[in-house]
């Protein structure tokens, strides 16, 4: 009798402790399959970025892809005028194209290729390094906030707002070393896969 009960126990413990680890991971998606934002294998995004400088702000929408190992992609929509320019990293490769000029370069073992700034992936990358990084709930979303490794002092904190229900990016702030908005995005058709 006291075996049972203690196998109940134990039974009733595990299937807490699996519970709780479970919703260590942020939200869900529409599809009920967990989605663990630090743990991206691939995703596509079309984003509404906002760029301030002391005299002006350009907009622009831009089509952003990643797949781990493989490559990462950015693609501009609009403005009409520079539609179709996309830079692609591949490992130390660095692929420069214009659709609109059928002009194609391709940079290999490009020494400078550094973290993106606006890519989604640069952001968790240094969420995940930096020791000062912190989470908080408000209301119907998730506020994760790290400060950038660069040196750029117009890029300095990062700030990326997540639903809660689906953990899908809503909204990223950049903000320079005087806490002045330097560069917001908005994400719009979001798909992300895990591994």
Partial sequence: MKKKIILILFSILAIICVVCIKNLKIGKDTNSQEIDIFNISSYEAIIDMTVYSNK?????????????DIESSQEIIEPSNIKGIKITQKAEKLILENSRLNLTNVIENYPYIANNCIDLISFIEEYKQNKTSSMKEEGDTIILE???????????????????????????EIKSDNQKTTIYILYNEVKIKNN
Avoid: A, H, V
């Avoid at 002006?56 to 781990?68: A, D, F, L």
């Fill in 56 to 68: 002006n702000e350009n907009r622009y929408k831009i089509k952003q892809s990643y797949k781990r």
């Fill in 146 to 172: 790290t400060t950038s490794s660069s040196e750029n002092p117009y890029i300095k904190y990062k700030i990326l707002t997540l639903d809660k229900k689906t953990s899908k990016p809503l909204q990223m």
